[in-house]
């Protein structure tokens, strides 16, 4: 078997695994599904790396199914390819799925029934999309790949089924997301009715030909698919359904979601271009930079601003996800092999950090049944190997040398150059800084402690671990529903129905108990300190994860947590991963390199650009941002009142309303905002 041959195993395999632990899940016991998906999910993984380091240095695998190959350069095949980057991306996607399905052995409660298989099914089908828009070489079935990895997440996400508010928030994914879907579709539309190709490289080629043909119906057809792409990217303004998701979905499945599937519309925005409107017919180079360029620059600072302000330790983290996001694409901007070897290392090193940093959160959820900053204040002490996970975590995503989120941030900088590096600094300190805030009053009990009113009422919480009583955590799931929007003792819960009603909407979001102020609550705590009435999400009260509150951290959830914090160390210190990772740049940027592979089978000599280094200057601004982070951190925990939310920030708090009316015209804002930038 070649490797080209083996492509469609990284698709397939999953795929008929999921088939069948659905079949047998009825009579399988539940250690035995959770065994097989791990199993073929690090198969999966084991198979990536291989076919990544056997075509290293050789030409790209290209597979065409069932042996549609192209005539004289047009083709109506399905094609999937093998690039560097393509098969690197698949490779990490199934290395984090195998480590999420690790940390979610005995993670939920007894599941129902004849349904052993339910979660690890649901994984591998994610795990089979991501990785089927990683490698195909078709936008339409790039589209379908993209849905479904959005149907799947949406179920993911709402898996807590019987929760209300995880309803709210998966209803919240799956709207927005399906709008960018349809502007995506509507865009594939117009590229064929144009050219009558929908292979990305038969697409390329058509545009090609005829450079001057239809400026303004490119132009149009490219904005539309990328805001598909921007939106699973959770792109300033299209970002509003990432942290309400992650408010709501279970622990292993926010790791995937902050950790790869975002970066997939960061890499299928630039698989767009430098496939299809990179060549002489497609868009100008300096209207893609500004486009880039513009909308990273939002999406970090408000990404950076929204991460400090949070108390709510997963919703923190979300927006420190899409701060981040907002730096790829300005890492992406320079549109060089340079600034894409740059941003795939920084993504790289991102997503271990980043998972490992939610795995804690989880372990603070299945010991305190809160993730609220202010409430767990000096708590987490006896939880000594999670804080120094997450206190490296977050020393890690501010850049610290020599994390490979460091090394991605440097040659990120070194790309983008001037007053990017600022940009890069800035943002690295803010979110390293909360998190590194969080880590100090947590798990060390710096700062004063929250004075009673900032502390919400303590209900389910402090039961024995082992307690059950109605509505908690027991053998029928992870907590019975309560759609009436109370809490475990009667009263009105977690303040999200006050919100509503102190905005005037009454609004279905706020009978779900659901919307608030800063997204889906999950705990809302008293208005800010400022006395501007804004209801804030907090994390306290959050619902059992596991059968019963645990002592102590389980061994699979530290060692997965362990080993991607390990990875995203590893990506800063493996010089052969650095040369490997340039080589792909080099011919993701190529693109009639790529027009001639897949069309012609035919090795076009690439330029080599040299291979990444750390450098002194890259070294001293990660330095920087670190020391600026955990200063940042020690002022805010010695001089900030709890519960003090600036009043200049209320604009921005408020877009975050839970209202799915108010995301939708965000998002039709930020469609104009690309028509502008665009042409």
């Given amino acids: 078997m070649t490797?080209?041959?083996?492509?469609?195993?990284?698709?397939?395999?999953?795929?008929?695994?999921?088939?069948?632990?659905?079949?047998?899940?009825?009579?399988?016991?539940?250690?035995?599904?959770?065994?097989?998906?791990?199993?073929?999910?690090?198969?999966?993984?084991?198979?990536?790396?291989?076919?990544?380091?056997?075509?290293?240095?050789?030409?790209?695998?290209?597979?065409?199914?069932?042996?549609?190959?192209?005539?004289?350069?047009?083709?109506?095949?399905?094609?999937?390819?093998?690039?560097?980057?393509?098969?690197?991306?698949?490779?990490?996607?199934?290395?984090?799925?195998?480590?999420?399905?690790?940390?979610?052995?005995?993670?939920?409660?007894?599941?129902?029934?004849?349904?052993a298989g339910a979660f690890p099914a649901l994984i591998l089908v994610f795990q089979a999309a991501m990785c089927g828009f990683t490698l195909t070489g078709d936008l339409f079935n790039a589209f379908v790949f993209f849905e479904l990895m959005g149907v799947v997440a949406y179920a993911l996400t709402g898996y807590r089924v019987e929760e209300a508010r995880a309803v709210q928030g998966a209803l919240t994914f799956g709207f927005l997301n399906s709008l960018g879907g349809y502007a995506t579709l509507l865009g594939i539309g117009l590229l064929y009715a144009h050219t009558g190709a929908l292979g990305l490289a038969p697409l390329g080629a058509a545009l090609d030909a005829a450079p001057h043909s239809a400026g303004m119906l490119v132009k149009a057809a490219f904005v539309l698919v990328a805001t598909g792409f921007l939106v699973k990217a959770a792109a300033f303004p299209f970002h509003f359904w990432l942290p309400d998701a992650h408010t709501v979905a279970p622990t292993p499945v926010c790791m995937l979601l902050s950790g790869v599937m975002v970066q997939l519309g960061v890499y299928g925005t630039a698989r767009l271009y430098f496939t299809v409107f990179a060549g002489p017919g497609g868009l100008p180079g300096t209207a893609v930079r500004r486009t880039l360029l513009v909308l990273g620059v939002l999406t970090a600072l408000a990404g950076a601003l929204l991460c400090w302000l949070q108390r709510h330790i997963k919703r923190l983290l979300a927006f420190s996800t899409v701060a981040h996001t907002g730096l790829f694409l300005v890492g992406l901007a320079s549109l060089t092999p340079e600034g894409v070897t740059?941003?795939?290392?920084?993504?790289?090193?991102?997503?271990?950090?980043?998972?490992?940093?939610?795995?804690?959160?989880?372990?603070?959820?299945?010991?305190?049944?809160?993730?609220?900053?202010?409430?767990?204040?000096?708590?987490?002490?006896?939880?000594?190997?999670?804080?120094?996970?997450?206190?490296?975590?977050?020393?890690?995503l501010a850049g610290l040398p020599p994390f490979g989120t460091g090394l991605g941030k440097a040659l990120s900088e070194e790309a983008g150059g001037g007053w990017a590096t600022v940009v890069f600094v800035l943002v690295?300190?803010?979110?390293?800084?909360?998190?590194?805030?969080?880590?100090?009053?947590?798990?060390?009990?710096?700062?004063?402690?929250?004075?009673?009113?900032?502390?919400?009422?303590?209900?389910?919480?402090?039961?024995?671990?082992?307690?059950?009583?109605?509505?908690?955590?027991?053998?029928?799931?992870?907590?019975?529903?309560?759609?009436?929007?109370?809490?475990?003792?009667?009263?009105?819960?977690?303040?999200?129905?006050?919100?509503?009603?102190?905005?005037?909407?009454?609004s279905a979001a706020g009978v779900a108990g659901v919307g608030s102020a800063a997204g889906p609550a999950s705990g809302a705590g008293p208005a800010s300190a400022a006395g501007d009435g804004d209801a804030e999400t907090t994390g306290a009260d959050e619902p059992a994860e596991t059968p019963g509150r645990v002592t102590r951290a389980p061994d699979t959830m530290l060692a997965a947590t362990g080993a991607l914090l390990a990875g995203g160390l590893a990506v800063g210190c493996v010089p052969g991963l650095w040369a490997a990772v340039s080589r792909a740049a080099d011919s993701f940027t190529d693109h009639t390199g790529y027009l001639a592979t897949v069309l012609f089978a035919r090795a076009e000599p690439l330029p080599h650009s040299p291979v990444p280094q750390w450098t002194a200057t890259g070294v001293l601004l990660g330095l920087l941002s670190a020391a600026l982070g955990a200063g940042a951190a020690c002022v805010a925990l010695r001089t900030v009142p709890s519960g003090v939310r600036p009043r200049w920030s209320r604009p921005l708090r408020r877009l975050h309303s839970g209202h799915l009316g108010d995301y939708v015209a965000c998002a039709l804002a930020g469609v104009t905002l690309l028509v502008a930038l665009v042409w």
């Fill in 342 to 396: 740059g941003t795939a290392l920084y993504v790289l090193g991102h997503a271990g950090v980043k998972a490992a940093l939610f795995g804690c959160a989880g372990v603070l959820v299945d010991r305190f049944g809160s993730v609220d900053e202010q409430e767990l204040h000096g708590r987490g002490g006896e939880l000594r190997r999670v804080g120094v996970l997450f206190t490296v975590g977050g020393l890690a």
């Fill in 3 to 115: 490797a080209a041959h083996a492509l469609p195993l990284l698709v397939a395999g999953p795929l008929l695994g999921a088939a069948l632990l659905v079949a047998t899940g009825r009579w399988l016991p539940r250690y035995v599904a959770e065994v097989f998906g791990t199993v073929l999910a690090a198969a999966t993984a084991a198979l990536a790396l291989v076919l990544l380091t056997v075509t290293a240095h050789r030409p790209t695998p290209v597979e065409w199914a069932g042996g549609w190959r192209p005539r004289q350069g047009a083709g109506v095949g399905i094609v999937l390819v093998g690039d560097g980057l393509g098969l690197g991306f698949a490779a990490l996607v199934s290395v984090l799925v195998a480590a999420v399905l690790v940390y979610s052995w005995r993670f939920f409660d007894d599941p129902p029934a004849h349904q």
């Fill in 428 to 506: 690295s300190a803010a979110t390293g800084g909360a998190v590194l805030r969080v880590a100090g009053g947590v798990f060390l009990g710096l700062g004063a402690p929250p004075g009673e009113a900032d502390v919400p009422a303590r209900t389910a919480r402090e039961r024995p671990p082992d307690a059950t009583e109605p509505g908690g955590p027991g053998p029928g799931g992870a907590g019975a529903a309560r759609t009436d929007g109370t809490d475990a003792d009667g009263a009105r819960g977690t303040g999200a129905a006050e919100t509503a009603g102190a905005a005037g909407t009454g």
